[in-house]
């Protein structure tokens, strides 16, 4: 029997790949062939540094899998139980996580674990490089990734000052983080 994705509730096939496939090659597979994976099990799968771009994950149960360095960029992950999964070094740029449970979740040692209610915020496209910047409530602060900056609030701020003052870039950063602290305030973070 060839391996396969199911649905997380009815255990419908999803995706079929070929004998000897790893769950991380069978995502790939179905994430090229633009495959809907609503509802798919992937609870607790290898997918370290998967190329999962643009997937449709939609509902999908990808508690406890590792997605550290996977790409995620605009990938539909809206209600998808991500909790306890790894996001450390995953790129999750213009992916939508509506609905999406975070919760416990890990960005690394060094940056901790996602808490509260909606931890994770997104704006873009921002700044120099136009990109989306992200931020992350976690058990240890809060936490950016804007381009390849990757570090706490503070630590973004003295940053962006050293690099663009008061600049255009600089003051849209600045209203940027006004509206992270203003977010991690309403959801119970410590700043």
Same mark, same amino acid.
Not at 44 to 65: F, I, T, V
């Given at each position: 029997m060839n391996p396969?994705?199911?649905?997380?509730?009815?255990?419908?096939?999803? =995706?079929?790949?070929?004998?000897?496939?790893?769950?991380?090659?069978?995502?790939?597979?179905a994430t090229t062939a633009k495959a809907n994976l609503y509802g798919a099990n992937l609870s607790?799968? #290898?997918?370290?540094?998967? #190329?999962?771009?643009?997937?449709?994950?939609?509902?999908?149960?990808?508690?406890?899998?590792d997605l550290s360095g996977a790409n995620l960029y605009?990938?539909?992950?809206? *209600?998808? #139980?991500?909790?306890?999964?790894?996001?450390?070094?995953a790129d999750l740029s213009g992916a939508n996580l509506s609905g999406a449970d975070l919760y416990?979740?890990?960005l690394g040692g060094t940056f901790g674990k996602l808490i509260a209610g909606k931890p994770f915020f997104q704006c873009g496209p921002i700044g120099s490089r136009s990109d989306c910047l992200q931020s992350f409530i976690t058990d240890k602060?809060?936490?950016i990734k804007a381009g390849? =900056?990757?570090? =706490?609030?503070?630590? =973004?701020?003295?940053a962006v000052?050293?690099?663009? *003052?008061?600049s255009d870039h600089g003051k849209e950063y600045a209203m940027a983080v006004l509206m992270i602290e203003a977010h991690a305030a309403i959801w119970g973070a410590k700043t």
């Open positions: 396969q994705i199911k649905h997380r509730y009815t255990g419908a096939v999803l =995706f079929e790949g070929e004998a000897g496939m790893t769950t991380r090659a069978i995502l790939e597979k607790g799968a #290898n997918l370290y540094r998967a #190329n999962l771009s643009g997937a449709n994950l939609r509902g999908a149960d990808l508690s406890k899998a605009g990938a539909n992950l809206i *209600g998808a #139980n991500l909790c306890g999964a790894n996001l450390s070094g416990g979740a890990s602060g809060i936490v390849c =900056f990757t570090g =706490f609030i503070d630590d =973004f701020v003295a000052e050293k690099t663009h *003052g008061d």
